[in-house]
């Protein structure tokens, strides 16, 4: 028995326009998947999972899908946390050379499903590594973010980056462009407000609405060319340690990400909620629709969004060094 677990992340700076070939910049938070993996003797996959969502809740998950759990989710958060779940398998299975490899797979996850935090690819970089590492191969981290990354382009129909993934993995703040991924080793310990709004956005969906207006319009070309040109001075910003250019940065971002037509009322309102509580700067994280904002700030931030209507549950967090790890062998 194995337990492995991986970080969930923000964007600092560059979602969706990362998907274009801009550089974008994630950084991994300490709320965690955690995936334990036994090996079993026959070749079948038993999934059990709980605590899926920040709220918690509890899921017994043992077949194809026509055995779906009773649990109160979304089917379709469910159903995409399972099909991750099952792809990271298969790509174990095909990294070891070892196509019947049967197991038991337990998912407790911090982070919750579809809300902008990376939870898809925290439980995928977690549960490649465990299974990995249970059937007696220590894997490298850069091995299992591309793995990890081929997992969510199977799953979300190629509209993928490497971002999620490879944050997850390494941990850290990173920067990714197009194939080329790495650390940035000097930057400072943030804290971190996250809001959330209790929902998700349809990562997909997203995703192709601003394909769709970037085929049909110069002026979104150009606002994606326009985040890329944040992400550059965010990155610079990160690396001096200057917060209020930081913040400065996620607010032009987040009102870049409007234009793009991928915010909310709710995404909206809690930034606003932030900047009053005195954030430095705050943006949506993740592909919007509905979801997580977050702020560069502290305590009196946390206050103002738990005020806020909009707003279920404010948490304060950190910049997780540390990527996938092994907790237990
Ligand atoms: O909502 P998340 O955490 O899955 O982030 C999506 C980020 C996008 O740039 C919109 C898509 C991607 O794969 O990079």
């Known amino acids: 028995?194995?337990?492995a677990s991986a970080p969930g992340k923000v964007y600092c700076f560059g979602e969706h326009a990362v998907v274009y070939g801009e550089p974008a910049i994630p950084c991994a938070i300490d709320r965690r998947a955690r995936v334990t993996v036994t090996e079993r003797a026959d070749s079948a996959l038993r999934i059990s999972a709980d605590d899926l969502s920040l709220e918690g809740f509890t899921?017994?998950?043992?077949?194809?899908?026509?055995?779906?759990?009773?649990v109160d989710a979304p089917e379709s958060l469910l159903d995409a946390a399972m099909g991750y779940v099952?792809?990271?398998?298969?790509?174990v299975r095909d990294l070891l050379d070892r196509p019947e490899a049967g197991f038991d797979v337990e998912i407790h996850s911090e982070i919750p499903l579809g809300a902008g935090l990376g939870s898809s690819a925290a439980v995928t970089v977690a549960a490649i590594t465990a299974a990995a590492v249970e059937c007696g191969h220590d894997p490298d981290p850069a091995i299992v973010a591309d793995r990890a990354f081929q997992v969510e382009h199977s799953v979300q129909d190629g509209e993928a980056s490497r971002a999620d993934t490879f944050c997850s993995a390494?941990?850290?703040?990173?920067?990714?462009?197009?194939?080329?991924?790495?650390r940035l080793e000097d930057v400072p310990t943030l804290e971190f407000v996250v809001g959330y709004d209790g929902g998700a956005?349809?990562?997909g969906a997203l995703v192709r609405g601003v394909r769709a207006d970037r085929d049909r319009y110069d002026s979104i070309r150009e606002t994606i060319d326009t985040i890329g040109a944040v992400v550059r001075e965010g990155q610079a910003a990160l690396e001096a340690g200057d917060r209020d250019a930081i913040g400065r940065c996620m607010d032009v971002n987040h009102g870049l990400l409007s234009a793009l037509g991928v915010s909310a009322r709710s995404l909206d309102a809690m930034v606003w909620a932030a900047r009053d509580g005195?954030?430095?700067g705050a943006k949506l994280t993740g592909a919007g629709g509905g979801g997580c904002i977050v702020a560069l700030g502290d305590g009196p931030v946390r206050r103002?969004?738990?005020f806020s209507t909009a707003c279920?549950?404010?948490?304060a967090t950190a910049i997780d060094r540390d990527g996938v790890r092994v907790e237990q062998r």
């Open 312 to 315: 279920e549950q404010a948490f």
């Open 59 to 70: 899921v017994a998950y043992d077949g194809g899908p026509e055995d779906r759990p009773n």
């Open 1 to 3: 028995m194995v337990t």
């Open 86 to 91: 099952r792809e990271s398998i298969a790509q």
């Open 201 to 203: 956005g349809d990562t």
């Open 170 to 182: 390494m941990g850290g703040a990173v920067r990714v462009e197009g194939e080329d991924c790495r």
């Open 278 to 280: 005195g954030a430095r």
């Open 304 to 306: 103002a969004l738990e």
